[in-house]
C-alpha cells in the first residue's frame, strides 16, 4: 500500500503504484494515476484526469493538474500526461489542457522545475529541460529536448523553443528560438550558440565549430531564410549536428527570434 499521511485527503478512484508516498495536507484527487517510486510533498496538489510515470518528485505547494487558466475553457474533459523522473519544486504550477489545443498538456522525462516554474495549458515539454525560478510557459508552448529557461524568463503563446537552445534570465521569447542558440533580453534576441550547454552534453568541439557556422548561416550570412534553410540541408549530409536546424525550421510559426 502507499504511504499517506493521515492529514492528506486521496480520492478513492485515485490509482496509486505500491511505494508512493503522499505527504501531510496534501491533495491527489479524481482520476490521478501515480506511478511507482513517486514522491508527493506536503500541501502539494495533484488533480486529475492526470497520469503521472514513475519516480517523480512533486514538492510542497506545487499544483499540478488543475484547470487551464484560459477563459476559454468550458469545464471540457481535458488531460496531463507526464513521464518518468520529473521534480516539480515548491509552488510550481502545471495545468491541463484544452480543446482549442491538443485537450491535453504533455511532459517528458527528466525535468527540473524549478520553484515557482509555471507550464500553462496544451504545453508541449520535451525531456531534460531546466525551467529555472519563476520561469513560464505561456499556452500552447513547445519546447524540445535539452532546453534551459533561465530565472523569470518567459515564452509566449505558441511558440517554439528547439532543442539545446537556452533562455538567459528574465528574457521573453515572443517568436520561435531555433535549436542551440542563446537568446536574451525583451523581446529576446539571438547572442550565439549555447556552447557551454553542448560541452557539458559531451558535443566534441568539431561538431560546436559545425553548429557555431551553421548559426551563421541562419543569422549572419545575409541569406533568406529559404536559402539558409536548404544550405543547412545540404551542409547536414555530412555534418549530422545540423538536423535540428534543418528539422526545425520547416515547424516555426511564430518566425524566427531576430
Known sequence: ?????????????????????????????????????????????????????????????????????????????????????????ECCTVNRGTVTGASRTRIGDDNLFMAYAHVAHDCIVGSHCVLANYAGLAGHVELDDWVILGGYSGVHQFCKVGTHAFLANNATATRDVPPYVMVAGNPAVPKGINGEGLKRRGFTAEQIASIKSGYKVLYRSGLRLAEASAELTARAAEQPELRPFVEFLPRATRSLVR
Open 1 to 89: 500500500m502507499a504511504t499517506i499521511h493521515p492529514t492528506a485527503i486521496v480520492d478513492p478512484s485515485a490509482v496509486l503504484a505500491a511505494d508512493v508516498s503522499v505527504g501531510p495536507y496534501a491533495i491527489v484527487g479524481a482520476r490521478v494515476v501515480v506511478g511507482a517510486g513517486c514522491r508527493i510533498g506536503p500541501h502539494a496538489v495533484v488533480f486529475g484526469p492526470t497520469r503521472m510515470g514513475r519516480d517523480n518528485e512533486v514538492w510542497q505547494f506545487a499544483s499540478i493538474g488543475d484547470v487551464p487558466q484560459d477563459k476559454k475553457y468550458g469545464g471540457e474533459e481535458t488531460f496531463l500526461e507526464i513521464g518518468d523522473r520529473n521534480r516539480f519544486r
